[in-house]
């Protein structure tokens, strides 16, 4: 299996020996694509899922740091705390494999917490607005979290 984000179309697809299995609507960074660290960019190229997190979590689970909260998302909770960048559900942290370009220095990805993650329900997918990171629809990161292993490869490309 491998996935392909496509910045462009704002999807997110999961292919089996060339065959597409899956495809979701998602939303990439709202600064556009980018590798250095602090940009808030998603990272183009090849990277690997590193890192699978949440198996078995409630859906709207909230994490902080990769760490479950003990807290289940809903608006109110968003308006206790304005200032957090929502990271739901279940958690695919991503590594380049690409020195220079999404590896090592200031340009790595999994330095750089890049993850494929879930968000609010009431987030817009389909168009820009993450920090980097590739938000997802609940429903649709618990699918694909149990389809997919820690290795698998992740594409991501602008064009």
Same mark, same amino acid.
């Given at each position: 299996?491998n996935?392909?984000?496509s910045?462009?179309?704002?999807?997110?697809?999961?292919? !089996?020996?060339?065959?597409?299995?899956?495809?979701?609507?998602?939303?990439?960074?709202?600064?556009?694509?980018?590798?250095?660290?602090?940009?808030?960019c998603?990272?183009?190229?090849?990277? %690997?899922?590193?890192?699978?997190?949440?198996?078995?979590?409630?859906?709207?689970?909230? %994490?902080?740091?990769?760490?479950?909260?003990?807290?289940?998302?809903?608006?109110?909770?968003?308006?206790?705390?304005?200032?957090?960048?929502?990271?739901?559900? /279940?958690?695919?942290?991503?590594?380049?494999?690409?020195?220079?370009?999404?590896?090592?220095?200031?340009?790595?990805?999994? !330095?750089?917490?890049?993850?494929?993650?879930?968000?609010?329900? !009431?987030?817009?997918?389909?168009?820009?607005g993450?920090?980097?990171?590739?938000?997802? /629809?609940?429903?649709?990161?618990?699918?694909? %979290?149990?389809?997919?292993?820690?290795?698998?490869?992740?594409?991501?490309?602008?064009?």
């Open positions: 299996m996935i392909e984000v910045i462009k179309e704002q999807s997110l697809t999961l292919y !089996d020996q060339g065959k597409q299995l899956k495809q979701y609507s998602v939303s990439t960074a709202k600064n556009g694509s980018g590798e250095l660290m602090d940009s808030e998603t990272p183009c190229g090849v990277h %690997f899922i590193s890192e699978k997190i949440g198996e078995g979590t409630e859906k709207n689970s909230v %994490f902080v740091g990769r760490l479950e909260t003990g807290e289940i998302y809903e608006s109110a909770l968003r308006e206790l705390h304005p200032e957090r960048d929502w990271i739901l559900t /279940r958690i695919l942290w991503l590594s380049g494999t690409e020195e220079g370009k999404n590896k090592g220095h200031n340009v790595d990805s999994h !330095d750089r917490y890049i993850y494929i993650h879930g968000s609010p329900d !009431d987030v817009d997918m389909g168009q820009p993450s920090r980097g990171c590739v938000r997802m /629809r609940n429903d649709d990161i618990i699918e694909l %979290f149990e389809m997919i292993e820690v290795g698998t490869e992740v594409v991501i490309d602008d064009k």
